[in-house]
């Protein structure tokens, strides 16, 4: 039998096709490669199951040390979530602005000049890149600690977030009407004004409205490491033992990212 | 003008208004070169032709005097532009005549998206005489439209054309309805004018000359 024969006949009795061999043996190195990788990544994170047995003791005893609730945290807990709340509509609203300023020049169909669209890209790319923990690392340090270095880092962060969902929901739009206006005569920013901007108006207010319920969730862990709000207190509880504050604290979360979330979920069903 | 699929019919008129750039030669629309013209000077231009288009391109949430009003856009300053309501009265009032002019009066206040086919091309049409162009172009106006509609819409244009001294150049797929409707037939060929001539005077087998050998 010649070779090309016996490969005919290997190839018929499986279901692999010719050359298969070199592939599986790529494969079978590819699969090495990966479980080396997860076994790393279990030993880095000094992932054990006796951890994981003792954590679920302490979490059990840390349970029954948090009840009852501590009352006496309520208002303070409230005035927090409040502060919370405002922070993340406060860095939602400046990235709004700031995203709506660079979506003119960040989408392609619509950008004036290529070399905008480059740089308003940049910036969407590298603060989007930046995670909003970094950010306001960087801001506690430039106008210190306090709710408003928070503002400052979820807006820089949201910027590109928002911007770049924002383009290309242009990026996505009927450009029809903007042929038709631009035909008319009208300039470009009378273009974005009244046939861009109606176009895809809900779709903004949709994206913005679950950006902030995602900002609310962001400011909360931003505010452990100094920006204040419920997270610092929550934070703060849990450092000191103080369990049953804790309690009242989460509770009251729950409820801020149950009506941030119930709320906008609203608007936007009802906008789109 | 009448041409097969692909002869340059919708580029010629995308070109006279520059929303396709043309690879070569000079684009004089109503006296104006608008080759190389930028800004101020090409809105300017622009103004001069209507464009009627294939798709009716509506704005779609706003309404059907808002969208015929659009059409003026371009002799608007900017502080006037920013919103519809602060578009000067007479505007108002200019959109509403011409849209009762198309004989959609009733439906000023409808939105776009919810207005007909033929009633929607007919909004487009009121924005053409909004603009108060000296020239309208129409790219195969009644393509997506039930004969009924197509009918009206080509009565209204050629009633426009002769009532307000408009000049009109309707792109067509129909022969018949050229013949019935224009002035003058132009019949293109890869780019090329091949006639341009009134109806009585243009016979069948010109007229399909254009579309032999044509892939359609």
Known sequence: MSETAAEAGLARRSFARPRALRRSALGLAGAAAGAALFVHAWQDTDASLTSLFHGFHNTVNLLGRA???DGSVFTDSIRASILTFDTALLGTAVA????????????????????????AR?????????????????????????????????????????????????????MGPVDALR????????????????????TFTGLALYRLDTN?????????????????????????????????????????LLVVERVSLMIRQRIV | MLGANGSGKSTLLRCAVRLLEPDAGSVVLCGAELVGAHGRELREARRKAAMVFQQVLLVRRRSAVQNVAFGALGELPLRRSLSTRLFPAELAERAHASLARVGLADAAWKRADTLSGGQAQRVAIARALCQRAE????????????????????????????????????????????????DRVIGIVSGEIVFDAPPASLDEQRVAALYEGAET
């Open chain 1, 67 to 69: 009840v009852p609730p």
């Open chain 1, 96 to 119: 709004l602005v700031l995203s709506l300023l660079l979506v003119p020049l960040a989408a392609r169909n619509i950008t004036p000049h290529r070399l905008a669209y480059e740089a």
């Open chain 1, 122 to 174: 940049l910036v969407i790319g590298v603060t989007r890149a930046i995670p909003d923990f970094v950010f306001a690392l960087i801001f506690l340090v430039a106008v210190g600690l306090g709710p408003f270095s928070v503002v400052l880092a979820i807006a820089a962060h949201s910027v590109g977030v928002i911007g770049k969902l924002f383009a290309e929901a242009v990026e996505d739009m009927d």
């Open chain 1, 183 to 202: 035909a008319a005569g009208a300039s470009r920013l009378q273009v974005f004004l009244h046939a861009v901007l109606p176009g895809i108006a809900a």
């Open chain 1, 216 to 256: 609310v969730r962001s400011v909360l862990y931003l505010g452990a490491i100094g920006g204040g709000g419920l997270g610092f207190l929550l934070y703060n509880s849990l450092q000191l033992f103080q369990y049953q504050q804790a309690t009242t604290e989460l509770a009251v979360l729950l409820v801020l």
């Open chain 2, 135 to 182: 020239l309208v172009l129409a790219d195969e106006p009644v393509a997506s439209l039930d004969p009924h509609a197509a009918e009206e819409v080509l009565v209204l244009l050629g009633e426009i054309a002769r009532v307000e001294g408009l000049a009109t150049l309707v792109v067509l797929h129909q022969p018949e309805l050229a013949f019935r409707y224009a």
